[in-house]
């Protein structure tokens, strides 16, 4: 094609598909970072230490913690008590306020 060897063709195209998947991951992450939690929800913790959970239940494996007063983006859904705060993180909801403005 065009005296071009097929190889530099090959090379060109994953080079055009890496800078395009790129360009969309940035536009995706820049957009996040400004606008914060996606539905506007913002909690602050009112425990000494809170536990976060894999799912909605103290049965559920720990896997992170917040100290009193810290603050974290978090979602609308509430189930058996626990608020979701991201994929595979929970926190019980008792334990947890809406910051000032937050629409949760």
């Known amino acids: 094609m065009l005296g071009i060897p097929k190889n530099t ?19 995706q992450q820049s957009s996040q970072a400004q606008g914060g939690a996606p539905d506007g929800c913002r909690v602050v913790v009112r425990a000494d ?20 007063n810290a603050e974290a983006d978090a979602t609308g859904v509430v189930r058996n008590g626990f608020r979701k705060l991201a994929e595979n993180r929970w926190a019980a909801e008792r334990f947890l306020r809406p910051v000032d403005g937050a629409t949760c």
């Not at 063709?9 to 536009?27: K, P, Q």
């Not at 230490?49 to 009193?68: F, S, W």
């Open 9 to 27: 063709l090959v090379i060109l195209a994953v080079l055009v598909g890496v800078v395009v998947i790129y360009a969309l991951g940035s536009d």
């Open 49 to 68: 230490i809170l536990n976060v959970r894999a799912g909605p239940g103290t049965h559920t494996e720990i896997v992170g913690k917040y100290r009193q």
